[in-house]
């Protein structure tokens, strides 16, 4: 029987915490262990999580040293595990819903079956409706330039998303849904864990570039479904435009990073936020005077 850790990233909402790990221990055929990381939370969320769990044995909760974003408070959980005897992680959202008790089964016997595998996915839905594009491509610049704007993103069509093939019960893609994927607990310290140089955003698709750049491959699974209730707690906690500096330094650090991006590319992006800003302001004015 395999060993799955599940880590769960906890910010301020150790009520959906607590229901989501009703939810995993009804899974099926895995030893399973879970780790509860409270990323700091200003709202008692970790004393309130270490009671409800106190005394179990395949619950542990732990509070990082500060609240430095997804992929630091996900690093801080990784290296609490590294010298516990899992086979896999599977790093998974708090408003995740699962209605298949062999879903994590699934996964992990999957995994060894495909060739020189990174990291693992299902279809994402939310309200029942399967995700447009449940992975992507890693983006280009001339990608993240069209999605900054609503007007460019109709001009310049989509071109990053994958749908998953009929006739596939795996797929190689590039970038996975950072609310719920799985690896093997060897291949997250072989490429190094997240970069914590981001807050929020782009983490999946810096993680992408690290597997390739290993030459391991990340792939979506036919048949393993999910529900992903959506990023209520970061959309209640920040501002829209607050939302989207992050999403735009997100960016900037990864062309410059990763992509090695000249001033010119990076200028634009830069330059782009600007130009959301006052979008979004006519997009908000514009509704509110139609709905009056």
Known sequence: M???CVLILNYNSYDDTINYVSVLRRQKKVSLRILVVDNCSPNGSFEK???????????????????GGYAYGNNFGLRHIRDWAIDYV??????????????VFSLVTVYPQLATPAFIS???????????????????????????LRFLSKLLKDRTGYTLRPDATSQPVDCLPGCFFM???EVFFRIGLMDEKTFLYMEEVILAH?????????????????????SKTISSLLSQQTMRAHLIRSRVYY??????????GIAILKLLFHAWKLENFLYRFIQSRTRG
Do not use: C
């Open 90 to 103: 599977l790093i998974s959202n708090n408003d995740i819903a699962i209605d298949n008790d062999e879903l």
């Open 2 to 4: 395999k060993s799955v």
């Open 122 to 148: 299902g279809v994402a839905y939310t309200d029942g409706v399967p995700a447009r594009y449940p992975a992507w491509r890693m983006p280009t610049l001339r990608d993240d330039i069209a999605g900054s």
């Open 49 to 67: 999580l270490t009671r409800q769990f106190a005394g179990a044995e395949d619950v542990t909760v732990i509070q990082s040293e500060r609240n």
């Open 210 to 230: 690290k597997a390739k750049a290993a030459g391991l491959q990340n792939y979506l699974i036919a048949g393993v479904n999910y529900e992903h209730m959506g």
């Open 255 to 264: 062309h410059e990073q990763y992509l090695h991006t000249g001033v010119v």
């Open 183 to 185: 690896g093997s607990k």
